[in-house]
């Protein structure tokens, strides 16, 4: 039952993760709740291997560090997708 919360928590953060990114962003009108959460998880692991890197501190756990980086990590995900899509058209 832990791993069936831990996966809810993670749906949930994520969501709100890429929401808050999306509307940083100006994607939000783009986005469904779907690519919200994708980008939520995704920004997140992008912002914790980032926070990583510069010697930050790990992002690890719920608290409002990793919420942050995982903010973060969606926002830098959103403008390398917006450079990508931008140099494809």
Request: hydrophobic share 55%; no cysteine.
């Amino acid at each position: 039952m832990p791993d069936l919360v831990n996966i809810i928590v993670w749906l949930i953060l994520g969501g709100i993760s890429g929401w808050i990114a999306s509307l940083i962003t100006s994607k939000d009108s783009e986005m469904g709740i779907g690519s919200n959460i994708l980008v939520g998880i995704l920004g997140a692991v992008l912002g914790g291997w980032l926070t990583g890197i510069f010697g930050w501190g790990p992002a690890t756990g719920l608290n409002i560090w990793s919420f942050f980086v995982s903010i973060g990590g969606s926002v830098i995900l959103l403008a390398i997708l917006s450079m990508i899509k931008g140099k494809s058209e």
